[in-house]
C-alpha cells in the first residue's frame, strides 16, 4: 500500500490528505515548527479531542472548537468554570464530551504552570524533540520513546487526556517529527522550514 498519492496539480502527497478538506490544512500547517503557546496549546487540545475519532471530525469543528474555547488562550481557558462546561456540553458545534471538555480546562491551568516554571510551552515541547537518528520512517509509527516520556511527564504535571498516541500526534502537527511522505511536495519545504527555524531555548 503506498503512502502518497497524485493531487489533482499532479504533484505528489501524503495519501492521508486525499479529502478536499484536509489539502489546505496538510499544505500549509500539518509538519511546519511552531513556537507560539497558543497554537501549541489548542494543537494539543484538538489532538486530546480527537482521540477515538477521526481528524476529519475535528477539521471540521476547528473553527466552532476556536470559538467556544475563546480562541485557546490559555489564561481565559483555565477561568472557565462548571458554568462554562455546562454550555460546551450543550454547544452542538463541538464534540460534547464531558472528560474531553473539561481536560481542556485542566490542561489550561497545568500550561500556566509551565509556562511559570519554563518561560513558555514551546521551550518545554521543543526539549523533547528526538535526535535525528531516532526519527522513524514517516508515516509508519504511532508513538515513539520521546511521545511516550511526553506523556509521562505530562500526565506527572496533571495533564488529562495526553496518552502516547495523542501526544505522538500533537509531535507531527507542531512539526517536531517531519511524518510527511518522502516524495510528498510538502516534506521539502517543511525540512526548509525547520532549518530556519529557532528552537526556542
Known amino acids: 500500500m503506498t503512502d502518497q498519492f497524485t493531487a489533482p496539480d499532479g504533484k505528489v502527497r501524503c495519501k492521508w490528505c486525499n479529502v478536499p478538506e484536509f489539502l489546505d490544512y496538510h499544505d500549509k ?32 469543528k476547528r473553527e466552532n472548537f476556536r470559538k467556544a474555547f475563546k480562541n485557546f488562550e490559555i489564561d481565559k481557558v483555565a477561568r472557565f468554570n462548571r458554568k462554562h462546561v455546562e454550555n460546551l456540553l450543550e ?52 508513538t515513539s520513546k520521546e511521545s511516550e516520556l511526553l506523556s509521562k511527564t505530562l500526565k506527572k504535571s496533571g495533564w488529562k487526556f495526553v496518552g502516547p498516541t495523542t501526544v505522538y500526534s500533537f509531535m507531527q502537527a507542531m512539526g517536531m517529527i517531519n511524518d510527511h511522505a518522502h516524495d510528498c511536495v510538502i516534506r521539502e519545504k517543511v525540512l526548509k522550514a525547520r532549518k530556519k527555524f529557532k528552537t526556542p531555548k
Do not use: M, Y
Open 29 to 60: 500547517e500539518w509538519g511546519f515548527p511552531v513556537k507560539d503557546d497558543r497554537v501549541l496549546f489548542e494543537k494539543l487540545c484538538l489532538e486530546s479531542f480527537q482521540a477515538g475519532l477521526s481528524w476529519r471530525t475535528i477539521l471540521n
Open 91 to 142: 454547544n452542538e458545534g463541538i464534540i460534547r464530551h464531558r472528560g474531553k471538555i473539561e481536560a481542556v480546562i485542566n490542561n489550561a491551568k497545568c500550561a500556566q504552570k509551565i509556562i511559570n516554571e519554563h518561560g513558555s510551552l514551546a521551550k518545554f515541547f521543543w526539549s523533547f524533540e528526538p535526535r535525528p537518528e531516532n526519527l522513524p520512517e514517516p508515516l509508519t509509527a504511532s
